[in-house]
């Protein structure tokens, strides 16, 4: 097993040791939570829908997910109580049959896997034809990347497992593997250490610190 692997084997078991701390995270930043979940509304997502890396199913409920997966057992009670129905497995070995979901939505998750590219696979695998994929990312060149890449360097409990990426690079690794990008939305224009704000999600990526790519199964 290599070391990536081992680190994100590693960061299951943090997320289920501190399942709650993670989730108290949207309560105590309720204005940061608003912004985000309205992105997401904002894609428009339809029909039967797999949320890849679900988590505690506080912001992923925002679409209409039936079926979530997430290695974290304590994850999936937190997410189950949200009324999804739950599976544990990895989002690069998807425990389901070819072309039976319309969409699926990986939120804050591709940072923390080991193969982003088995899973985008894996994801496209189990869309039906012209089924959508969303990829909502914190970019790493963004105000929050940095501030979070910053806290990830001196162990943060959870950033410190992550790998960072930008918008560039998850277009293209969705290109790659026969996805046509339709939509990005964002939120988040102001930094970290400013006063949060309520914001309409925009069109507009750049400098965003929370953004979603949306693109259709070619």
């Known amino acids: 097993m290599g070391e990536l692997q081992i680190m994100r084997f590693s960061s299951y078991k943090i997320f289920d040791e501190y399942a709650e701390k993670y989730d108290s995270w949207y309560w105590r930043n309720p204005i940061l939570f608003k912004c985000e979940a309205e992105t997401i509304r ?5 029909g039967r829908g797999l949320s890849i890396g ?29 009324g999804i129905d739950v599976v544990r497995a990895t989002g690069e070995y998807l425990p389901f049959k070819d072309e ?24 496209r695998r ?22 979070y890449m910053k806290k990830a360097r001196k162990g943060h ?22 996805f046509r ?15 949060p704000r309520i914001e309409e999600p925009s069109e507009d990526p750049y400098g ?11």
Not at 68 to 75: A, E, K, L, Y
Not at 157 to 178: C, D, N, V
Request: hydrophobic share 40%; proline share 4%; glycine share 4%.
């Open 100 to 123: 039976v979901f319309d969409f699926t939505l990986i939120t804050v998750t591709i940072c923390f896997l080991s193969s982003p590219e088995k899973a985008v696979l894996e994801a």
């Open 126 to 147: 189990v869309l039906r034809p012209q089924g959508e994929i969303a990829v909502c990312i914190i970019p790493k060149d963004s105000s929050w990347g940095k501030e």
């Open 54 to 82: 679900v988590g505690s199913g506080t912001l992923d409920s925002q679409a209409s997910v039936d079926v979530g997966i997430d290695p974290s057992v304590n994850m999936l009670k937190l997410a189950s109580i949200r």
């Open 208 to 218: 965003k610190g929370f953004v979603c790519i949306k693109a259709v199964k070619i």
């Open 42 to 46: 904002s894609l428009k997502l339809n």
């Open 181 to 195: 990008v339709v939509t990005i939305k964002s939120t988040l224009s102001y930094s970290p250490h400013d006063k």
């Open 157 to 178: 409990i959870f950033y410190s497992y992550a790998r960072f990426y930008t918008l560039k690079e998850i277009k293209q690794l969705l290109e790659e593997h026969s």
